[in-house]
């Protein structure tokens, strides 16, 4: 029976880079596993080909994209406090194995099904809340003190691990659950064909890992770690759907009561002026241009209307035509030192606007619905009621 050995490490960490490498000179394994997969390997190794700006746009998943960059951009920066590049364990352990003239395999779940389920898997209320602890990391990740080396500490890690389930069940099952599966099941697969195996891991998967190593009648299938995620109800498309019928009832309604054309108009202008105004505000917060903002404000009133399209889109369109972002941008973006170094990159910039404006397009619609009749100074009772009766009636009278 082969024998498997884990290491887990701290992504970040001098000591984990030394434990590698002692650990592969005193077990002197068949084979080293690392947590990682080609596609890693290769963007830390060598230069690859970036996605154009066109191709980030046609993607449209600008939240999820942020996400990524903001995520790398918090570890760079650990990293830089500790010396140590990201991933450098891993190029260690890599390195110490061919020194010795052993294979290395990549035993990770690609990163891009892991991104993927990882963002399809939560529910809006947790991407609301990652997006909210990911900005305040962006604030506080260099004032705080960091022990990395205390991060491969199991009772440290466990805690951690804990902690992020709390906050996000779904999240961490696709970030943890579902790839401790895989490690162990790539673990195995090299263990029935090595006597010693070494697999080298971040710390926060040992205990997964060793448990299903332990009982492996409760590992997943192995499909089912990689699949796509099964898309439930398109929410977004569903609450375009309701808010263009609210808006065309509303109208409707207002146009039946008899409160006049005046009141009509009104309510028509504030639809325009209240997704308008608050999808440019949230592109000058991005840092958009004032053409960028011009066009959010000059289209959210429509895209509100259409579950097809978002004021986003336009507007990032726009703020690439001026900003021209360039190739190499996306590294630049991944090794920027601070949020504000990013945020002057323009592809970071018309992603940020493509985002932010789509967030004040729909908090403008949310907001409409909740103030337009204050702001009217009509009972929505008797404007709704009134209406729909007159409405009726004047559908009865066709027939």
């Known amino acids: 029976m082969a024998e498997i050995r884990l290491v887990g490490t701290a992504h970040v960490s001098q000591k984990s880079v030394e434990e590698v490498r002692s650990t592969i000179e005193e077990f002197q394994p068949d084979i080293v596993g690392v947590e990682l997969d080609r596609g890693r390997f290769i963007s830390l190794t060598e230069e690859t080909a970036e996605p154009s700006v066109t191709e980030i746009l046609k993607a449209g998943n600008f939240g999820q994209i942020l996400i990524q960059w903001i995520l790398t951009y918090i570890q760079q920066r650990i990293g830089a ?21 052993k294979p290395v395999a990549f035993i990770d779940r690609d990163i891009r099904i892991t991104l993927s389920r990882f963002w399809g898997l939560m529910g809006i209320r947790e991407r609301v809340r ?3 602890a990911l900005l305040y990391s962006l604030v506080s990740v260099d004032k705080q003190e960091l022990e990395i080396d205390e991060l491969t500490d199991q009772d440290v890690v466990s805690v951690a691990m804990e902690e992020f389930r709390k906050f996000s069940p779904r999240g961490a099952q696709a970030l943890i659950d579902e790839r401790d599966a895989y490690l162990a099941h790539q673990i195995l697969m090299l263990a029935g064909r090595y006597d010693r195996v070494l697999a080298v891991i971040g710390a926060g998967h040992i205990r997964g890992v060793q448990r299903y190593l332990d009982a492996r009648e409760t590992l997943p299938p192995l499909s089912d770690l990689t699949a796509a995620v099964k898309k439930g109800l398109p929410w977004a498309k569903i609450f375009g759907a309701v808010v263009t019928i609210l808006f065309a ?8 009561s008899g409160l006049g054309l005046d009141i009509l108009l009104t309510a028509v202008v504030y639809w325009f002026l209240i997704n308008g105004l608050l999808s440019a505000a949230f592109t000058v917060l991005a840092g958009g241009h004032p053409l960028s903002a011009v066009t959010a404000f000059a289209v959210s009133w429509m895209t509100s209307l259409n579950p097809l399209l978002a004021a986003g889109w336009f507007a990032a369109i726009v703020e690439a035509k001026i900003r021209k972002p360039a190739t190499g941008e996306v590294r630049q973006i991944m090794e920027a030192e601070t949020f504000s170094e990013m945020r002057r990159i323009p592809l970071f910039r018309v992603v940020l606007v ?12 949310i907001a409409y619905f909740l103030f337009i009749f204050p702001v009217l100074g009509v009972d929505p009772a008797v404007v709704i009621g009134e209406g729909f009766s007159n409405m009726m009636q004047a559908i009865a009278g066709l027939f």
């Not at 009832?249 to 039946?256: G, S, V």
């Not at 493509?354 to 619609?365: D, P, R």
């Open 81 to 101: 406090e500790t010396g140590v590049k990201p991933g450098a364990e891993m190029l260690a352990a890599i390195e110490e194995a061919r020194a010795h003239q």
């Open 130 to 132: 990652l997006i909210w």
């Open 249 to 256: 009832l509303l109208i409707a309604a207002i146009a039946f």
């Open 354 to 365: 493509a985002a932010l404006a789509n967030v004040g397009s729909t908090i403008g619609t």
